[in-house]
T-cell receptor
């Protein structure tokens, strides 16, 4: 257990439905990342927050995806009008950025299946 | 394209043997990190090596970094069945998001 939690762990939905995932990072960490991972691939960057500010968003991320971190603590990732291609593991990570580096602590992930 | 590319894609060894995985990348980096992922689980950070370091050890792990060749290697000595997992390198570069390679799937056979 890294201290980063994600909810739910599994989500099955029908195409066209909206889904929302939650990530609770390690409390003192200032950065929070969202990644997507498909079978046999490494995590693919989606977006990240520095405190409550969303600083970067992948060009690959469609307008159907939105993320928030309203109080600089937990974060939500919403996917609207889900498509079968959205089926993947969604990983959240947090880090405390220092001059020494940016070690990321990952949550267990939310596995999304779009039928 | 991926910043980091691990090699080989898959590796099977016997328990007790050493396992070596390589990672190549394209641009200058601040640091390079190795992560492990057990099937269906989140990633676990193993080791970070800064761009001004050449070698780092942590228990049975040894990481090297050659910035002139833009490559890194991860050596796991005296492997155990519990080391069976996917191993990813990730580069942390200025002005670039954290980029993971596709990983090496290691199988340690008892």
């Amino acid at each position: 257990d890294t201290g980063v939690s994600q909810d739910p762990r599994h989500k099955i939905t029908k195409r066209g439905q909206n889904v929302t995932f939650r990530c609770d990072p390690i409390s003192e960490h200032n950065r929070l990342y969202w990644y997507r991972q498909t079978l046999g691939q490494g995590p693919e960057f989606l977006t990240y927050f520095q405190n409550e500010a969303q600083l970067e968003k992948s060009r690959l991320l469609s307008d159907r995806f939105s993320a928030e971190r309203p109080k600089g603590s937990f974060s939500t990732l919403e996917i609207q009008r889900t498509e079968q291609g959205d089926s993947a593991m969604y990983l959240c990570a947090s880090s405390l950025v220092t001059s020494g580096g940016n070690e990321q602590f990952f949550g267990p992930g939310t596995r999304l299946t779009v039928l | 394209s991926q910043q980091g590319e691990e090699d080989p894609q898959a590796l099977s060894i016997q328990e007790g043997e050493n396992a070596t995985m390589n990672c190549s990348y394209k641009t200058s980096i601040n640091n390079l990190q190795w992560y492990r992922q057990n099937s269906g689980r989140g990633l676990v950070h193993l080791i970070l090596i800064r761009s001004n370091e050449r070698e780092k050890h942590s228990g049975r792990l040894r990481v090297t970094l050659d910035t002139s060749k833009k490559s890194s290697s991860l050596l796991i000595t005296a492997s155990r069945a519990a080391d069976t997992a996917s191993y990813f390198c990730a580069t942390d570069a200025r002005g670039q998001n954290f980029v993971f390679g596709p990983g090496t799937r290691l199988s340690v056979l008892p």
